[in-house]
């Protein structure tokens, strides 16, 4: 099994553009969430999602959506990308209590 | 919500050493895990650990609930062991995660 996949593993983007971050997980497991993880912050939720068709936010949505149309894929979407965005970006999906993280995406808005 | 704080927020360690992570939350909890990210970004559960100790070869980890403090064990610690380690509230998809204590073990 594969377990988490994130693409990109990296990324630049100019403020403004738009982007989606890609998470796939082949467990099927039904609840996935994003973290965001900025320096001496921990992780911050920022959207989470039950099963298929069931999302809501977390802690620090802003400025970001998710669908979820399939249990394998959650992907994040930035809408107009902003310096303040600048973080690495880690999706789980949780089998139970248990967490399986992805790799991270290491994102840069310049 | 509910609020995770750990200390120390930094800490170096001469190889060999034995060191103790604390981890204190602001309310009662069912549960709490401990997770390891390493170097290489890559995040690990260690422990889930709702209350009482477990032991898993030169980590262990003690949870009070009562009184709403984890501690995290290292023993004989080795330059892989290096690396942030968070305590977490698991919500499943609502966990709330502490800032993290970095650790560096030097050769």
């Known amino acids: 099994n594969a377990g988490v996949t994130q693409t990109p593993k990296f990324q630049v983007l100019k403020t403004g553009q738009s982007m989606t971050l890609q998470c796939a997980q082949d467990m099927n497991h039904e609840y996935m969430s994003w973290y965001r993880q900025d320096p001496g912050m921990g992780l911050r939720l920022i959207h989470y999602s039950v099963g298929a068709g069931i999302t809501d936010q977390g802690e620090v949505p802003n400025g970001y959506n998710v669908s979820r149309s399939t249990t394998e894929d959650f992907p994040l979407r930035l809408l107009s990308a902003a310096p303040s965005q600048t973080s690495v970006y880690f999706c789980a999906s949780w089998a139970g209590t248990e967490a399986f993280f992805g790799q991270g995406t290491r994102l840069t808005v310049v | 919500g509910i609020q995770v704080e750990q200390s120390p927020p930094d800490l170096i360690l001469q190889e060999g050493a034995n060191s103790t992570l604390r981890c204190n939350f602001s309310d009662s909890v069912n549960n709490l895990q401990w997770f390891h990210q390493n170097p290489w970004g890559q995040l690990i559960n260690l422990f889930y650990?709702?209350?009482g100790t477990k032991q898993n070869g030169r980590l262990s980890a003690t949870t009070v609930a009562t009184e709403r403090y984890s501690l995290l064990y290292i023993s004989s610690s080795q330059t892989t062991d290096s690396g942030v380690y968070f305590c977490a509230v698991p919500g499943g998809f609502k966990t709330i995660f502490g800032a993290g204590t970095r650790l560096f073990v030097k050769a």
């Open positions: 650990i709702p209350s």
